[in-house]
């Protein structure tokens, strides 16, 4: 169902998500572009990288990239250059400023707390199991002199 | 006529659900047997009302009956006859109706084997289960009606929306949804438990088969969706982290920590509430699910019916359930006392850890999926979490998971002794990084994925076998091979789980680590090659389908001077719904899978071919069935099969 909104996007000319005309000569910044296209949200289709849409917008997008970084730009560059322009939205990894520290922190407290509820589960479960009380020591006592 | 009197078992199956709902609820509090005594025939004369009703929507469907709006909307007379009848749960309206089905399939199954259940706890799980067949049948009837007519009858349908059109996608639906839809026998298991304020180990010998075979269809629903995914949408993806996506996960990771802690409220008699909490949950992620999937609130894409005031009344209907258990579970839970005792080094204990990676891992997808909505709602950022987000954050659980496993699930009951369960793992360990060294030195890619992938694939796969082994016992290798075959089929099956998860992690690793991708443009008669292959564009065709027009190529793939096969992939274009696919071919191989697109023609001559070798793909989906078949295999085990709940609770020897 993923192409039924995407079709939304494009309806008249589908064209392919990276095309052969856009790939860069240079094999080490086209890697880059590709690692950064993947983490950019196509802004005009639904949870999708502009390197996965189709899209014309993410085309352009793909482009724009490119020619940054060509330009010399370095990745955070780059990155900001986007941000400006078409907002934190285009992110697909949420920077971890303001209110999304609770989103980024969420996980390792949760964790925290669940393994701390946990470790006093088990414990207050082992106490109970592992003392004798003192009349039973003894009657233990009584048995191995048998 | 057929459509009307399915129209009208529906109406009546709602009626029945009401009588379900409140007369053995009411006889089991009064202790009455004659008023409990009415949940078991309601719940079979629902499921028969809900399965003919059903029946009339798909024969509709079968015979075009374009008079129908929903037939209209989503069928047409040129569509192959398994759409014809796929096009019945295609679509919201539909299915909803085979949501309810499957509810009302479970009650009556419960109502069916469940003769040896004590009588009140059958008729108050038959009463919940009808509870939530009542808030269905209402939003169908009232908001999303199947049967409704069209005044003039056209022609000939709109057709169902192509990429539906596909083997994957037919039985993705009924799937999940028997995923989702079991987890409600859990859910009203552990409602009717906080009623009678007693939970004890025929209780969870009780709900753990349901939720082992919800656990499995889900299994098997998520890795058809992402099968489907892989080969249908042009490049290979098989996992997006879009919401609806997460809603399916969800539930999936609670209902993996419902089946182990399940097992210790079995064996031991302790995680009682927890585990009642795990069932309560469960559910609830399937209602978030379906209410992300028809609200339309998070942007999906996925989105099927987006009209908030469906939206609206599937989140009433969240609330009043999940916010009603959860009540419940706040005032009862304290009754529910766990006898059970076990040692911080245990099963018990490993299990525990088990539960909380799950749940943690679980809250992660949550949080991460509704965040863009609460930041968005709160403080007023929009903003996008998407799949980097969830790499970095679910994917530490997964690995400590993985780590855990094999240990964990060797160590003894209630006191284990952890040097006594590392050492059989220990070669297993030598192994695992021996092969991780091996994969590192022989990738050309500097990167730590793959061998991770490969440490951990042998070393979770590795100690089931270790485990297995150990079952058998001393002696011969003759003696042990014969008393390995001979073990509980629940062994196996958690054998077979355990490893379908090391295969599939092995799977994800090693294809996002080691996949090549070549994108270029091709003229007919060009040759090129990727990685250790070349391929050959040899010519492009116009091929007419039933209901579509192609553009077919025709490639050759080569190993040096070898030939391995031909492709043909496809790009075709449905002028009914006016939209076209990519049909990509794929050559699926033990070790790689060889993957082909054909792109539009070029300006300047030539067509765009993508071409991807992915090492290990069917690795993936090769887990995910091992896994589903661990379930199988558990779930017919003897002590499953034979008087579930007429055994009495077993007689705590140890905990004296």
Same mark, same amino acid.
């Given at each position: 169902?993923?192409?039924?909104?995407?079709?939304?996007?494009l309806?008249a000319a589908p064209v392919f998500a990276v095309e052969p005309d856009e790939i860069l000569d240079d094999p080490v910044l086209e890697a880059r572009v590709r690692?950064l296209s993947q983490?950019l949200?196509c802004?005009?289709?639904?949870?999708?990288s502009i390197d996965e849409s189709h899209a014309p917008v993410a085309q352009e997008l793909r482009v724009v990239l490119r020619e940054r970084l060509v330009a010399?730009?370095?990745? !955070?560059?780059?990155?900001?250059?986007?941000?400006?322009?078409?907002?934190?939205?285009?992110?697909?990894?949420?920077?971890?400023?303001? !209110?999304? &520290?609770?989103?980024? &922190?969420? !996980?390792?407290?949760? &964790?925290?707390?669940?393994?701390?509820?946990?470790?006093?589960?088990?414990?207050?479960?082992?106490?109970?199991?592992?003392? &004798?009380?003192?009349?039973?020591?003894?009657?233990?006592?009584?048995?191995?002199?048998? | 006529?057929?459509?009307?009197?399915? +129209?009208?078992?529906?109406?009546?199956?709602?009626?029945?659900?009401?009588?379900?709902?409140?007369?053995?609820?009411?006889?089991?509090?009064?202790?009455?047997?004659?008023?409990?005594?009415?949940?078991?025939?309601?719940?079979?004369?629902?499921?028969?009302?809900?399965?003919?009703?059903?029946? $009339?929507?798909?024969?509709?469907?079968?015979? %075009?009956?374009?008079?129908?709006?929903?037939?209209?909307?989503?069928?047409?007379? #040129?569509?192959?006859?398994?759409? *014809?009848?796929?096009?019945?749960?295609?679509? +919201?309206?539909?299915?909803?109706?085979?949501?309810?089905?499957?509810?009302?399939?479970?009650?009556?199954?419960?109502?069916?084997?469940?003769?040896?259940?004590?009588?009140?706890?059958?008729?108050?799980?038959?009463?919940?289960?009808?509870?939530?067949?009542?808030?269905?049948?209402?939003?169908?009837?009232?908001?999303?009606?199947?049967?409704?007519?069209?005044?003039?009858?056209?022609?000939?349908?709109?057709?169902?929306?192509?990429?539906?059109?596909?083997?994957?996608?037919?039985?993705?639906?009924?799937?999940?949804?028997?995923?989702?839809?079991?987890?409600?026998?859990?859910?009203?298991?552990?409602?009717?438990?906080?009623?009678?304020?007693?939970?004890?180990?025929?209780?969870?010998?009780?709900? /753990?088969?349901?939720?082992?075979?919800?656990?499995?269809? =889900?299994?098997?629903?998520?890795?058809?969706?992402?099968?489907? @995914?892989?080969?249908?949408?042009g490049w290979?993806?098989?996992?997006?982290?879009?919401?609806?996506?997460?809603?399916?996960?969800?539930?999936?990771?609670? $209902?993996?920590?419902?089946?182990?802690?399940?097992?210790?409220?079995?064996? /031991?008699?302790?995680? *009682?509430?927890?585990?009642?909490?795990?069932?309560?949950?469960?559910?609830?992620? %399937?209602?978030?699910?379906?209410?992300?999937?028809?609200?339309?609130?998070?942007?999906?894409? +996925?989105?099927? $019916?987006?009209?908030?005031?469906?939206?609206?009344?599937?989140?009433?209907?969240?609330?009043?359930?999940?916010?009603?258990?959860?009540? =419940?579970?706040?005032?009862?839970?304290?009754?529910?006392?766990?006898?059970?005792?076990?040692? @911080?080094?245990?099963?018990?204990?490993?299990?525990?850890?088990?539960?909380?990676?799950?749940?943690?891992?679980?809250?992660?997808?949550?949080?991460?999926?509704?965040?863009?909505?609460?930041?968005?709602?709160?403080?007023?950022?929009?903003?996008?979490?998407?799949?980097?987000?969830?790499?970095?954050?679910?994917?530490?659980?997964?690995?400590?998971?993985?780590?855990?496993?094999?240990?964990?699930?060797?160590?003894?009951?209630?006191?284990?002794?952890?040097?006594?369960?590392? *050492?059989?793992?220990?070669?297993?360990?030598?192994?695992?990084?021996?092969?991780?060294?091996?994969?590192? @030195?022989?990738?050309?890619?500097?990167?730590?994925?793959?061998?991770?992938?490969?440490?951990?694939?042998?070393?979770?796969?590795?100690? %089931?076998?270790?485990?297995?082994?150990?079952?058998?016992?001393?002696?011969?290798?003759?003696?042990?091979?014969?008393?390995?075959?001979?073990?509980?089929?629940?062994?196996?099956?958690?054998?077979?789980?355990?490893?379908?998860?090391?295969?599939?992690?092995?799977?994800?690793?090693?294809?996002?680590?080691?996949?090549?991708e070549d994108i270029r443009v091709a003229e007919v008669?060009d040759?090129w090659?990727v990685?250790?292959?070349?391929f050959?564009l #040899?010519?492009v065709?116009?091929?007419?389908?039933?209901?579509?027009?192609?553009t077919?190529a025709?490639?050759?793939?080569?190993?040096? #001077?070898?030939?391995?096969?031909?492709? %043909?992939p496809?790009k075709?274009?449905?002028?009914?719904?006016?939209?076209?696919?990519t049909? $990509?071919?794929?050559?699926?191989?033990?070790?790689?899978?060889?993957?082909v697109v054909i792109g539009d023609p070029q300006v300047n001559g030539g067509y765009a071919v993508r071409v991807y070798?992915?090492?290990?793909?069917?690795?993936?989906?090769?887990?995910?069935?091992?896994?589903?078949?661990?379930?199988?295999?558990? =779930?017919?085990? /003897?002590?499953?099969?034979?008087?579930?709940?007429?055994?009495?609770? *077993?007689?705590?020897?140890? @905990?004296?």
């Amino acid at each position: 169902m993923k192409r039924l909104v995407l079709m939304l996007c494009l309806l008249a000319a589908p064209v392919f998500a990276v095309e052969p005309d856009e790939i860069l000569d240079d094999p080490v910044l086209e890697a880059r572009v590709r690692e950064l296209s993947q983490g950019l949200r196509c802004p005009v289709c639904q949870n999708e990288s502009i390197d996965e849409s189709h899209a014309p917008v993410a085309q352009e997008l793909r482009v724009v990239l490119r020619e940054r970084l060509v330009a010399g730009d370095t990745d !955070a560059q780059v990155i900001d250059y986007m941000v400006f322009r078409y907002g934190e939205y285009v992110l697909l990894r949420p920077n971890a400023r303001g !209110a999304n &520290l609770i989103l980024w &922190l969420a !996980a390792p407290l949760m &964790l925290l707390m669940a393994l701390g509820v946990g470790w006093v589960t088990i414990r207050r479960k082992s106490d109970v199991a592992t003392p &004798l009380s003192a009349d039973e020591e003894a009657a233990l006592e009584e048995i191995l002199k048998q | 006529m057929i459509t009307e009197l399915g +129209h009208f078992a529906l109406i009546l199956a709602f009626g029945i659900a009401i009588v379900q709902t409140v007369i053995p609820m009411i006889g089991a509090h009064r202790n009455n047997p004659n008023w409990m005594g009415v949940a078991e025939p309601a719940a079979i004369a629902q499921f028969l009302l809900v399965a003919y009703s059903f029946g $009339a929507l798909t024969w509709a469907f079968v015979t %075009s009956d374009f008079s129908l709006q929903l037939v209209f909307a989503n069928s047409h007379t #040129d569509k192959p006859m398994i759409y *014809k009848i796929s096009g019945v749960w295609g679509n +919201h309206e539909g299915s909803m109706l085979l949501w309810v089905l499957i509810l009302a399939l479970f009650g009556a199954s419960a109502a069916v084997f469940g003769g040896n259940l004590p009588a009140r706890l059958r008729a108050r799980v038959l009463a919940v289960q009808g509870a939530i067949g009542v808030a269905f049948f209402a939003f169908i009837l009232f908001t999303s009606n199947p049967f409704l007519r069209l005044a003039v009858p056209p022609l000939n349908g709109r057709d169902l929306n192509p990429l539906l059109q596909d083997p994957g996608l037919a039985f993705h639906p009924p799937f999940l949804y028997l995923g989702y839809v079991g987890l409600s026998m859990a859910f009203s298991f552990a409602v009717a438990a906080l009623i009678e304020g007693k939970v004890d180990a025929a209780w969870a010998r009780w709900v /753990r088969p349901w939720t082992l075979a919800a656990w499995v269809f =889900l299994t098997i629903g998520i890795a058809l969706g992402s099968w489907w @995914a892989y080969y249908e949408l042009g490049w290979g993806g098989f996992w997006f982290w879009d919401p609806v996506e997460n809603a399916s996960f969800m539930p999936w990771l609670i $209902a993996a920590a419902l089946l182990h802690s399940a097992i210790v409220v079995e064996k /031991r008699e302790a995680l *009682k509430s927890w585990s009642v909490l795990l069932a309560i949950l469960a559910f609830g992620f %399937s209602l978030l699910g379906a209410f992300i999937v028809r609200s339309g609130v998070l942007t999906s894409v +996925h989105a099927f $019916a987006t009209d908030p005031a469906r939206g609206i009344l599937i989140l009433i209907i969240l609330a009043v359930f999940l916010g009603g258990a959860l009540t =419940l579970f706040a005032a009862r839970a304290s009754a529910l006392e766990s006898k059970g005792v076990f040692s @911080a080094v245990s099963r018990e204990s490993a299990l525990v850890l088990n539960n909380v990676l799950l749940a943690v891992s679980c809250f992660v997808v949550f949080i991460g999926t509704i965040w863009p909505l609460v930041a968005e709602m709160l403080f007023g950022r929009t903003l996008s979490v998407g799949p980097p987000f969830f790499e970095a954050a679910f994917t530490p659980f997964m690995v400590a998971l993985a780590v855990v496993l094999p240990v964990g699930s060797i160590l003894a009951w209630k006191r284990g002794n952890l040097s006594r369960a590392i *050492k059989p793992m220990v070669p297993w360990s030598i192994l695992a990084i021996a092969l991780g060294a091996l994969a590192y @030195a022989i990738q050309t890619e500097r990167t730590a994925l793959g061998p991770i992938g490969v440490i951990l694939g042998v070393w979770v796969v590795g100690g %089931s076998v270790a485990d297995l082994w150990m079952r058998s016992g001393r002696g011969s290798i003759k003696a042990r091979l014969g008393r390995i075959t001979r073990l509980p089929r629940a062994d196996w099956g958690k054998a077979f789980a355990h490893m379908g998860m090391g295969v599939t992690i092995f799977g994800i690793a090693a294809m996002m680590a080691w996949e090549i991708e070549d994108i270029r443009v091709a003229e007919v008669g060009d040759r090129w090659d990727v990685g250790q292959f070349s391929f050959s564009l #040899d010519d492009v065709r116009q091929v007419e389908g039933p209901n579509y027009v192609t553009t077919m190529a025709d490639m050759d793939v080569w190993r040096g #001077d070898r030939q391995l096969g031909s492709l %043909s992939p496809e790009k075709r274009f449905y002028p009914v719904a006016k939209m076209p696919t990519t049909e $990509a071919d794929i050559r699926n191989g033990i070790l790689r899978d060889i993957y082909v697109v054909i792109g539009d023609p070029q300006v300047n001559g030539g067509y765009a071919v993508r071409v991807y070798v992915k090492p290990f793909a069917n690795w993936i989906w090769g887990g995910a069935i091992l896994m589903a078949l661990g379930g199988f295999v558990s =779930l017919s085990d /003897r002590r499953l099969r034979i008087g579930a709940a007429a055994a009495k609770p *077993k007689q705590m020897v140890a @905990a004296e």
